[in-house]
């Protein structure tokens, strides 16, 4: 995970984070409706579930279902 930022769409709050998955192109991650997520942070380790969205010519999924890797929860 890299580049959290803070936004709003649509007067919402929204919470954008930038994954790198191995051997393939950034994928944009952005959660409506919120503006944190304990254990979502740069450098932490996610697996993520969701349909694929194009915005603004990336990748993107919309509110996607995540679990925090093992060391990330310990910490």
Do not use: C, F, K
């Amino acid at each position: 995970m890299q580049n959290i930022r803070h936004a709003r769409i649509g007067g919402m709050p929204a919470l954008e984070a930038d994954l790198l998955p191995v051997g393939r192109s950034r994928i944009e991650l952005v959660w409506l409706g919120r503006d944190a997520i304990p254990g979502i942070e740069p450098g932490s380790m996610v697996a993520v579930e969701g349909r694929v969205a194009v915005r603004r010519g990336r990748d993107t999924l919309y509110n996607p279902r995540y679990e925090l890797a093992a060391s990330a929860m310990a910490s």
